[in-house]
T-cell receptor
Framework: EPEVTQTPSHQVTQMGQEVILRCVPI?????FYWYRQILGQKVEFLVS????????KSEIFDDQFSVERPDGSNFTLKIRSTKLEDSAMYFC?????????????FGQGTRLTVV | AQTVTQSQPEMSVQEAETVTLSCTYD???????LFWYKQPPSRQMILVIR??????QNATENRFSVNFQKAAKSFSLKISDSQLGDTAMYFC???????????FGAGTRLTVKP
């Protein structure tokens, strides 16, 4: 069964450093998302991406965040200058809207720890 | 903006019993989708069940069923014959039909007790 893959599973970084979280969505999917979940709390929408551009972003997704689909398969989330409050689980998801499938498939998440 | 409310932060149920998790949402849309996702300790989000708003019939997946009340904007999840493996966080989610932005409720932590 196809799945969304995220790497790394756990990333520890020093405050102020840049991190790139990587996701490989399901190959024929067209819509991609990043969500964030601070430990034990709600799942928060960050950004959605379609046709090589951001389609919607939340207030959390400020100038320190960016997304990219550099090679047609990977979908990355970059945090330019990490802050302690960026520590969270980051989930990537993909969805195939074209087939009227209305299920978003999630990756297993990347736990980001900023120290 | 759409909001999704889960009013039960934590619930517990005895194994083999039935439990209902509540979810309400706020939208002015007529075309949308609703989901329940399960997040076990492994933390991966797994789809449990989905409901298209244009369908009147409540969705059912084995032991999982929903009570979709469109006028009341309510979408509760019923788990029958609860199993220990059902212990997890359960998130209700809403997606508009004309875009693909999915928003989640705060979650309900369900514990199934032996």
């Amino acid at each position: 069964e196809p799945e969304v893959t995220q790497t790394p599973s756990h990333q520890v970084t020093q405050m102020g450093q840049e991190v790139i979280l990587r996701c490989v969505p399901i190959s024929n999917h067209l819509y991609f998302y990043w969500y964030r979940q601070i430990l034990g709390q709600k799942v928060e929408f960050l950004v959605s991406f379609y046709n090589n551009e951001i389609s919607e972003k939340s207030e959390i997704f400020d100038d320190q965040f960016s997304v990219e689909r550099p090679d047609g398969s990977n979908f990355t989330l970059k945090i330019r200058s990490t802050k302690l409050e960026d520590s969270a689980m980051y989930f990537c998801a993909s969805l195939d809207r074209g087939a009227l499938a209305t299920e978003a498939f999630f990756g297993q998440g990347t736990r980001l720890t900023v120290v | 903006a759409q909001t999704v409310t889960q009013s039960q932060p934590e619930m517990s149920v005895q194994e083999a019993e039935t439990v209902t998790l509540s979810c309400t949402y706020d939208t002015s849309e007529n075309n949308y989708y609703l989901f329940w996702y399960k997040q076990p300790p492994s933390r991966q989000m797994i789809l449990v069940i989905r409901q298209e708003a244009y369908k009147q019939q409540n969705a059912t997946e084995n032991r999982f069923s929903v009570n979709f009340q469109k006028a009341a904007k309510s979408f509760s999840l019923k788990i029958s014959d609860s199993q220990l493996g059902d212990t997890a966080m359960y998130f209700c989610a809403f997606m508009k039909g004309n875009n693909n932005d999915m928003r989640f409720g705060a979650g309900t932590r369900l514990t199934v007790k032996p």
